[in-house]
């Protein structure tokens, strides 16, 4: 049986929960500290202010005896270890906004002034290389009136897929601590001998610097895939079959060369910006992180060309968006490809009527102006063209209801959904 530990989290969004629920899954105390009081109550209900799939389960077990949600910083001054799972939201000019991983560290720091032990305050957080001993370290001791001894400090990142989290955390790949001390990483170390994963010790910035780096490696081969996807296009070659052929090589592997219409999320495009920045601060020229987000940004540009070219104008055009999700099993529209090739048609006078399993509400709020269908069926009826936006597995299983367009159905694919030959997708 694993040692157990008192842990509170701080942040009680898709990291922080994730992270919480799972700990006191594996038979932790949790406190999750979070400022917005509704979603402490929710988490209390047992009720997930968030979709993760086994969530709800998870939390329905561990609620009410070890895990708990509050807006007090109150159980950090007898935590054996402290997480940080602020948001790290981007700057205007792509850098990474820290002000919440400062006001954390501070609250932190404030909070462990009584602390009779040796606490660890690890941050979980995406941040760029430096910040934990430039910002973290600083703000807690200096809030703390401790001495550097009394505080361990790790930074132990997170490789969690939106959809996946539970499973991601529960089966890494690999458990990065990175830490000031031994101690504090014996500590982190423990914490997660439960679980089976490679563990890799190494410095704070070093473990800040992994998880950027496998982000934007991540982001780059799915630049690159698109980047081929199009040539392949123009060469009449399915860019599928050419990388099928290239994942079987042990040192590339099948995984994350899927062309289509690029990357969204919260992650991808934020932390390739980062890096981008951080590049430039350090004196260096981020040439192909910089190409990375350029290809990411001309594909959805690439997907309205091809309406064009199909349909001529889009004006008064009924256009059927099925998916609107920045992938598959998730409501999360964050930098999601279907949102500028919305706003191209729309700015060309197009009747979009767009359907998502689950994120047409979260669409409604940044894009109200534009028809939202209960069904595909709804979508697609009388519509001139169909954009596939989403790789939902049920858009894979369409057939029939392309009969409820206007005929020949204009079918048009920003994700390799559909097995048809009447068919047209943004690279193949
Ligand atoms: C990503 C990383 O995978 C995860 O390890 C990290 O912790 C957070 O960021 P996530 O953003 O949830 O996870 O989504 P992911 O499943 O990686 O997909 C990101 C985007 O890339 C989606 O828009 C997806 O449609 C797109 N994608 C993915 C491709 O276009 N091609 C691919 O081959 C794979």
């Known amino acids: 049986m694993s040692a157990t530990f008192s842990v ?4 009680g969004g898709y990291v922080g929960l994730v992270t919480g629920a799972c700990f006191a899954y594996l038979g932790n105390k949790v406190t999750i500290i979070e400022v917005d009081e509704q979603k402490a109550s929710s988490i209390n209900m047992g009720i997930p202010p968030i979709y993760e799939q086994g969530l709800e389960k998870i939390l329905k077990d561990t609620v009410g005896n070890r895990l708990t949600a509050t ?28 002000q919440y991983i400062r006001s954390a560290a501070i609250s932190i720091g404030t909070s462990l002034m009584n602390h009779p032990g040796y606490p660890v305050v690890t941050v979980k957080s995406t941040v760029p290389p430096g910040t934990c001993e430039k910002i ?16 361990g400090f790790c930074m132990n ?18 458990i990065v601590i990175g830490s000031s001390d031994k101690r504090a990483e014996t500590i982190l170390r423990t914490l997660y001998t439960s679980l089976n994963g490679n563990v890799i010790c190494t410095s704070l910035t070093a473990a800040e610097m992994i998880k950027y780096t496998a982000n934007a490696f991540l982001a780059t081969k799915i630049s690159f895939s698109n980047e081929i996807g199009n040539i392949c296009k123009k060469l009449g070659v ?4 050419v990388m099928k052929g290239v994942g079987l090589d042990h040192r590339i592997g099948p995984h994350f060369l ?32 910089r190409s990375v987000i350029e290809v990411n940004e001309q594909q959805p540009l690439k997907m ?3 309406v064009k070219k199909k349909l001529g104008s889009v004006k008064g055009k009924k256009i059927a968006i099925l998916g609107l999700a920045f992938k598959d099993n998730t409501d999360d529209i964050r930098d999601s490809r279907s949102i500028p090739v919305i706003n191209a048609l729309i700015q060309d006078g197009a009747d ?18 534009i028809s939202y269908a209960e069904s595909v069926s709804a979508a697609l009826q009388d519509a001139d063209c169909c954009l596939v936006m989403t790789e939902w597995p049920q858009f894979s299983h369409l057939s029939d209801e392309f009969s409820l367009m206007k005929q020949p159905a204009v079918i048009l694919e920003g994700r390799r959904m559909l097995n048809r030959d009447d068919v047209e997708g943004i690279c193949w």
């Not at 270890?81 to 939201?89: E, N, R, Y």
């Open 352 to 369: 979009v009527h767009a359907y998502d399993p689950m994120a047409s509400e979260h669409m409604k709020t940044i894009i109200p102006s």
């Open 258 to 289: 899927n062309a289509g219409a690029g990357f969204g999320g919260s992650c991808f495009p934020k932390d390739v910006s980062a890096l981008i920045s951080l590049a430039k601060e350090v004196g260096e020229d981020p040439i192909l992180l």
């Open 71 to 98: 807006t007090s910083y109150e159980s950090v001054s007898t935590s054996d270890i402290v997480f940080i799972c602020v948001g790290t939201p981007p700057n205007n000019d792509g850098s990474s906004n820290l």
């Open 157 to 174: 990142p997170e490789f969690l897929r939106e959809g996946r989290a539970i499973e991601d955390f529960l089966h890494p790949d690999r």
């Open 136 to 151: 973290v370290i600083p703000e807690v001791l200096g809030n703390s009136l401790k001495t550097a001894n009394c505080v």
């Open 238 to 241: 399915d860019v599928y079959e």
């Open 304 to 306: 309205v060309n091809l």
């Open 8 to 11: 509170s989290i701080i942040g």
